[in-house]
């Protein structure tokens, strides 16, 4: 991709995202509705309130209590810790119903991204459509890496040229004989679950400008990962990586 291709990406997703957001006024708050959907393909919602001066931004307690009524149990020693993980990557704290980050006026827009990733990615990785998936997608790449002496950094944020912060699964570092490379654990892929990730690498891949490579290690173990998924992720030249077949991407990912 060159130059031109990098910004009117940029701004192809900003205007998608102005057209999908909507401002409902409640009594104490903003409800704002995004055009991101979870995995009820219904819209993420965030609520908004002024606080001593600060602006509080919620969920309202939906990511949690929707896990929750779907049976699976955040109380697990493991499962804490993910989710802890998970939640600072992004800057994001929870008081054990809502999912939380405080703004001010100055950086609203950014924290506002921070929360919509973070309701993004724990909806996805704790996806779990059959009983017998034993560990959390994100933990099962994060093993596959370790098993293979493969080097990489956790959940690292970088800086894009959009001025927003966005979260890398794992950076793996420049070495003699291959480019940075980013790896993105996708455990339901989509067109949704994709989209913030595409987005993510054509701001930051033109800001750090050293032809950094992309994958996106998709589970395919539960569903069928369609080909509309991997033909876009291979439009943005990104290696669409099926978990099934992981043991192909060692060679690259390990020089």
């Avoid at 020693?77 to 006026?105: I, W, Y």
């Avoid at 001025?163 to 291959?178: E, V, Y």
């Avoid at 069928?224 to 990912?253: H, M, P």
Wanted: glycine residues 8%; contains cysteine; aromatic residues 10%.
């Amino acid at each position: 991709m060159n130059r031109k291709d990098c910004d009117q990406l940029v701004e192809a997703y900003i205007l998608w995202l102005r057209r999908g957001l909507s401002i409902e006024k409640l009594e104490k708050s903003c409800e704002l509705t995004t055009p991101f959907l979870d995995r009820h393909n219904d819209h993420l919602q965030i609520y908004a309130v002024k606080n001593d001066g600060k602006i509080v931004l919620s969920d309202d307690g939906y990511i949690l209590s929707d896990l929750r009524t779907s049976g699976l149990d955040l109380n697990t020693p493991k499962r804490k810790a993910v989710l802890e993980v998970v939640l600072n990557g992004f800057g994001v704290h929870t008081d054990g119903k809502q999912l939380m980050v405080e703004a001010s006026q100055r950086d609203i827009g950014q924290r506002l991204h921070a929360l919509v990733q973070a309701m993004l990615a724990i909806n996805d990785m704790f996806v779990m459509a059959q009983p017998r998936v034993a560990g959390f997608f994100w933990e099962d790449v994060k093993n596959f890496l370790d098993n293979h002496d493969v080097r990489y950094s956790p959940r690292v944020k970088i800086s894009g040229r959009s001025g927003f912060d966005h979260a890398i699964d794992f950076l793996i570092p420049k070495s003699r004989i291959r480019p940075e490379r980013f790896i993105q654990a996708i455990n339901a892929p989509n067109k949704n679950t994709i989209g913030a990730y595409l987005f993510a690498l054509g701001d930051t891949r033109d800001a750090r400008g050293d032809g950094a490579e992309a994958y996106a290690f998709l589970n395919d173990y539960e569903r069928e990962v369609g080909g509309d998924v991997i033909e876009a992720l291979e439009a943005y030249k990104v290696t669409a990586a099926l978990w099934s077949r992981r043991e192909n991407y060692l060679e690259t990912l390990a020089g």
